[in-house]
């Protein structure tokens, strides 16, 4: 059955019900992206080597690995590397195996035998040197070094400062160019970005050994390492 409101009610409903409002307007943002890079010159480098040899006899194989490690800690110690620079732990030994066709399984043929050498080198006018020195003393495997910067974390803070004064300009920039000014910030994100430490460049080889240092006999030059860092910001846009 359909019930008919009297205007008592009807009134006393329209008295109690919520009054309308317009919708306020939303607020108003810009989102930059802000970037930040400091370059400097690596003070420092880090080197990786490896001596292996392989031999039928295990006893053979160590001692030929640990003469060739000796002599290169005797070279370095020379160049006035102290002991604390320098690891040698790193250690392996594996069984050597080849494939025989007339008995169809695989037959021990010697030992492989390995040691790691890692140099952290804090004069790198020596690099050069203690590169060469490696070889010299029989290291058969050197990687490139890794170049590093003693004050990273200070540096990484500045690229990071630069990049957050760098999204504030931005946003202040499209602000004004509105007509508007910059409000306060509402959502912040930073990140940074490591650098690859570069390699040392090797240029053209001396043909002639000279007194002047194993890096120019090598013709290695260090890049410069570049420390970045990412600020995303969104700022509230304020009316004039």
Not at 63 to 79: D, H, M, Q, S, W
Not at 168 to 191: D, F, I, W, Y
């Amino acid at each position: 059955m359909i019930r008919t409101l009297t205007p008592l009610v009807l009134a006393s409903l329209l008295l109690t019900a919520p009054a309308l409002r317009a919708e306020e307007p939303s607020h108003r943002h810009v989102a930059v992206t802000g970037e930040g890079e400091i370059s400097v010159m690596p003070d420092r480098a880090r080197l990786r080597m490896g001596v292996t040899r392989v031999n039928e006899d295990l006893s053979a194989a160590e001692t030929e690995v640990n003469k060739t490690v000796r002599a290169y800690l005797a070279a370095a110690g020379k160049l006035g590397v102290k002991e604390e620079h320098l690891n040698t732990t790193g250690v392996s030994i594996n069984p050597e195996y080849v494939w025989d066709e007339k008995t169809r399984n695989n037959r021990l043929v010697g030992y492989r035998v390995s040691r790691d050498i890692e140099v952290l080198v804090l004069k790198l006018e020596q690099l050069g040197d203690l590169v060469m020195r490696a070889t010299q003393a029989g290291v058969n495997q050197v990687q490139p070094p890794q170049l590093e910067y003693s004050k990273a974390r200070e540096v990484q803070q500045q690229a990071l400062v630069k990049a957050a004064l760098d999204a504030q300009a931005r946003a202040k920039l499209l602000a004004e160019t509105l007509g508007m000014k910059l409000g306060p910030v509402h959502q912040l994100n930073a990140s940074e970005n490591a650098p690859t430490p570069p390699m040392p460049k090797v240029m053209m080889m001396r043909a002639e050994a000279t007194s002047d240092g194993g890096n120019q006999e090598m013709g290695l030059n260090a890049g410069e390492l570049r420390y970045g860092a990412s600020v995303n910001a969104e700022f509230e846009l304020l009316a004039k």
